[in-house]
């Protein structure tokens, strides 16, 4: 199925995703819409990154840093808009590719 997103009012995205079954327990403040998950797509790919580099870092210390370090990572949409980092690659909607370095 189709979900579809906004980036803005005159921008849509169209994201192939899985039907999900969902259980509505009317909690209204953990409903997410549609329109969000293009943004909450690019917050999520940010925030893991940053978390990365962090690591990565933290990691090196004070050793030398090597030329370069590249991780990838997926992200995949579900059919009620919830944003998630994948289990695999083949299973995301988007791959996220982050560089250091060379």
């Known amino acids: 199925m189709l979900l ?3 980036f803005s009012d005159d921008t849509p995205c169209l994201i192939d995703v899985e039907a999900v079954a969902s259980i509505n327990k009317g909690d209204a403040a953990h409903i997410i819409s549609p329109d969000d998950a293009m943004k909450n797509v690019v917050a999520l790919s940010g925030k893991v990154a940053r978390e990365l580099a962090l690591a990565a870092a933290g990691a090196a210390g004070s050793k030398p840093n090597p030329a370069g370090i590249e991780l990838e990572f997926g992200v995949r949409v579900d059919s009620n808009a919830v944003v998630s980092v ?6 995301a909607q988007f791959a996220v590719r982050v560089r250091w370095g060379r």
């Open 86 to 91: 994948a289990r695999t690659l083949a299973d």
């Open 4 to 6: 579809e997103s906004r």
